[in-house]
Each structure stands twice: as structure tokens, then as C-alpha cells.
């Protein structure tokens, strides 16, 4: 099941900005999102993020980022991939770093599209979800996200 197609070049497709669009609601199933970062070895590293950590625009995903390996390979490299699934495709972003603040032990990072692929065949696809329980604000530090999110449209700082 693979027919990649661009998606609007340099643009983030409508599907994905209505996908990490909004707040998840306490006990819901909500996606989860990959972002894909490579080592300098160029072993792939997997980052599962929540809509609570990632903004869309037009042109640009802003993510905050507390896994190690991730906001490593960010730094390094100034590349990842993003996977999201709508309806009936997967997307694919490829992106490239364009801005990074760090903040009690993640990062907020302005990613530019450098390529969109839309993958799929006109069959329903799910992706993967998870339970969305309110322990995970406390725990995954909701508010340090917001802050980052808001600090990265406010301020310029460059990697």
C-alpha cells in the first residue's frame, strides 16, 4: 500500500495542521505523532510527541522536544521527519531546523517543510492513539510546553 505523491511542496498539508490542531480532552484516545531524527552514525531515533507538543503553520511544524536523543540529533543534524495520519493517508514531512530555544531539559524548535509526501491508496488508515489520562499534564510538563510554544512564535534565537 504505497503511493507517495507530493503534497504541496514546502507546505504543511491541510490534513496535518487539522490533526495537531486543538487540545486532547482527559480520557480520550488521541494520536500520537512520530518525529524521526538521525544520529550522526545515521541511526534513526523515534520521538512519540502529542498534539500538546506541536503547532502547525502553513510552511512550518513547532515542536517542543524532552527526549535526549532527539533533541541531540536536532542539534546536530537540523533534521527530522514527521509522521501523521489523516483519513486515508499517512504524511511524511521532511524537515529542516530553522530555530531552537532550550528550557528545563527540552528544547522548542521551529521546523521548516522541505518536502511533503502523502502516502496512501483511498483506504481508511488509523494511527496509532493513546489514552490520554490527566496525570500526563503533570507529568510531561504541559505548561513548560506552552511556554516554549508560545516563546518560539515571541522570540528569534537561532541553533
Partial sequence: MRSAAAAGALEVPAEVRDAVAGVPEIGALDQVFMLLTVDVQGRVDVCLLSRTEVEATA???????????????????????????????????????????????????????????????????????????EKLAAEERWDRTRRLLERLVSEDVDL
Avoid: M, Q
Avoid at 543534524?77 to 530553522?98: S, W
Fill in 59 to 133: 510552511s512550518s511544524l513547532r515542536v517542543v522536544v524532552a527526549g535526549t536523543k532527539a533533541r541531540r540529533n536536532l542539534r546536530v543534524t537540523g533534521r527530522a521527519t514527521f509522521v501523521a495520519v489523516a483519513g486515508d493517508a499517512a504524511y511524511y514531512l521532511a524537515l529542516r531546523v530553522v530555530r531552537v530555544l532550550e528550557e528545563a531539559g527540552a528544547i522548542g524548535a521551529v521546523l521548516e517543510v522541505e518536502r511533503a509526501l502523502r502516502d496512501g491508496l483511498g483506504v481508511e488508515l488509523h494511527p496509532a492513539c493513546f489514552r490520554v489520562e
